[in-house]
């Protein structure tokens, strides 16, 4: 089992700046790729970004050149900066680790970008 816990949402402005971190405990060393993913309201859930434990990322179109995705090994965390904020990044983020036969969530934080 993995447990994950999202934190550093928040409301910020147009051009703005967040920090989200994702913290994983439990048996951590099955997970082979941890990642973010966001859902807006009526809108299904979608890839943000995603670090495999070779290092090697991917992120999705919509946020390549703003957001950054990492990691830190010693503390188990991933971290999501996000820069250059816009209002369709409004959504809830979820924090996803990948295992060999499933896959795990967080319990989501919403990050809302508005004035």
């Known amino acids: 089992q993995v447990q994950l816990a999202e934190s550093g949402g928040g409301l910020v402005q147009p051009g703005g700046s967040l920090r989200l971190s994702c913290a994983a405990s439990?048996?951590?060393?099955?997970?082979?790729?941890m990642g973010w993913y966001r859902q807006a309201p009526g809108k299904q859930r979608e890839l943000v970004a995603v670090?495999?434990?070779?290092?090697?990322?991917n992120y999705a179109d919509s946020v390549k050149g703003r957001f950054t995705i990492s990691r830190n090994n010693a503390k188990n965390t991933v971290y999501l900066q996000m820069n250059s904020l816009k209002p369709e990044d409004t959504a809830v983020y979820y924090c996803?680790?990948?295992?060999?036969?499933?896959?795990?969530w967080g319990q989501g934080t919403q990050v809302t970008v508005s004035q």
């Open positions: 996803n680790a990948q295992v060999v036969i499933t896959s795990y």
């Open positions: 670090i495999r434990n070779s290092g090697s990322t």
């Open positions: 439990g048996t951590i060393s099955t997970i082979y790729a």
